[in-house]
């Protein structure tokens, strides 16, 4: 288990792992079988969004690598995989996709270059 919280000096902060315990049959139970699978766990990991490619993109290339190890590296939490948006988000400066024709079903137009893309979001990932 690791922690991290704002406000606190938790930062990737190693923990002890959770017990449950059941306290009376009215609590909320979480019960968990490894003996019976239903799904399969690929890895885990976060979003690489467009705010987070400029913030990254920002920083001193050595801050870059810390932060690198931290998420991906053997010492830091071992994210195995990544979420990319298509076309602008939330996070993102400004709202932007890759096909602005109106009825390009065939996607003629849609930029295989990605070009918005191109200056922090590629690199970053």
């Given at each position: ?8 000096i ?10 449950f ?8 139970i ?15 990991g ?53 096909d ?25 990932m």
């Amino acid at each position: 288990l690791i922690q991290t919280s704002q406000g606190t000096i938790d930062r990737l902060s190693p923990k002890n792992d959770l017990q449950f315990e059941t306290v009376n049959k009215y609590s909320n139970i979480i019960k968990i079988s490894t003996k019976n699978t239903h799904q399969t766990i690929h890895g885990f990991g976060a979003a690489f969004t467009e705010a987070a490619s400029i913030n990254f993109a920002a920083m001193n290339p050595i801050i870059q690598e810390e932060i690198l190890e931290a998420y991906f590296g053997k010492t830091g939490i071992q994210y195995s995989t990544g979420r990319v948006h298509m076309n602008s988000c939330d996070f993102c400066v400004e709202s932007y996709n890759f096909d602005n024709v109106t009825g390009d079903n065939e996607l003629k137009y849609f930029d295989m270059n990605v070009t918005h893309d191109q200056r922090t979001m590629i690199p970053f990932m």
